[in-house]
């Protein structure tokens, strides 16, 4: 018996075709540019927040070891 995982794979060319035929039939024409616009923006702000909070973990890090660093008085 297969794995499940080898059941899944990416979509070849005639699926997406089908799948952006869907697309366009569910959304129609009009509807597709803000749905991609929309698409965009939360893709952009996904990555945005990623920065942020990777560049917060960094910082926190940095400090983390700048008080390691400092000899504690006695």
């Known amino acids: ?3 499940s995982i080898f ?3 990416m979509p070849g060319g005639s699926e997406w075709l089908l799948i952006f035929l869907a697309i366009v039939l569910l959304f129609g024409g009009k509807k597709i540019p803000e749905l ?3 698409i965009g923006k939360g893709v ?3 990555n945005s927040a990623k ?3 990777q560049q ?5 890090m940095k ?8 000899p504690a008085k006695k």
């Open 36 to 38: 991609m616009r929309g």
């Open 56 to 60: 917060e973990l960094e910082e926190g």
């Open 1 to 3: 018996m297969l794995p």
């Open 63 to 70: 400090e983390g070891e700048a008080k390691k660093e400092i």
């Open 44 to 46: 952009r702000e996904f």
């Open 7 to 9: 059941l899944i794979s």
């Open 51 to 53: 920065t942020g909070l």
